[in-house]
C-alpha cells in the first residue's frame, strides 16, 4: 500500500514539477525489461559470440537512441536485431538500424553515452562483456532461462 502511494505521489509530481525526471514505472518501463536474452554478437573486428543471459550490466535493457530530432527507448523484448555503423565524430553520433520482431526496420542514431554502456552474458567459455560501440551486430534470439548472478 505504502509503496503504490509512493509511486503515485512520485509520478504527481513528475507531472507538475517540469524539472523533475520522470520514474522509470511513470516511463513504461516493465519487469520484463530486466529479463535476459540468448544473443549472437558479432563485434567490429567481425568475431561473432553467442551468449546467454545477455542484458545491460545496469538498468533495464532498453536501448536509448535518436530519431531525428526526437530521443527515443526502445525495450529489448521489441527488438529481433540492432546493426550499428561507424562513429561520425562531427555528429556525435553512429547510425543504428533496429530491426523490430514485427519485421519493420527502424534507422536510428546512438550518441557517445550509449555506445559506452556495458552488456553482459555468458559465453561457452565463460563471462562475456562488451560496450555497445564495440558491436557491428546484435541479433536478439530469445529470452533466456537463467537467473543472473
Do not use: W
Amino acid at each position: 500500500m505504502f509503496r503504490t502511494a509512493a509511486l503515485v505521489l512520485v509520478c504527481a509530481v513528475s507531472a507538475v514539477v517540469p524539472f523533475a525526471a520522470p520514474s522509470p514505472a511513470c516511463a513504461g518501463i516493465e519487469e520484463i525489461d530486466y529479463a535476459t536474452y540468448d544473443a549472437k554478437i558479432t563485434d567490429k573486428k567481425g568475431v561473432t559470440t553467442e551468449v546467454s543471459d545477455l542484458g545491460y550490466a545496469t538498468g533495464a535493457n532498453i536501448l536509448l537512441a535518436y530519431r531525428g530530432e526526437a530521443e527515443v527507448e526502445i525495450p529489448f523484448r521489441l527488438i529481433r536485431s540492432i546493426e550499428i555503423g561507424e562513429y561520425v565524430a562531427e555528429q556525435r553520433r553512429a547510425p543504428v538500424t533496429v530491426v523490430l520482431r514485427s519485421g519493420k526496420s527502424v534507422s536510428l542514431e546512438i550518441d557517445s553515452i550509449e555506445e559506452g554502456r556495458l552488456l553482459k552474458g555468458k559465453a561457452e567459455f565463460g563471462e562475456y562483456r562488451i560496450r555497445t560501440g564495440k558491436i557491428r551486430r546484435l541479433e536478439l534470439l530469445n529470452l533466456s532461462h537463467t537467473d543472473r548472478a
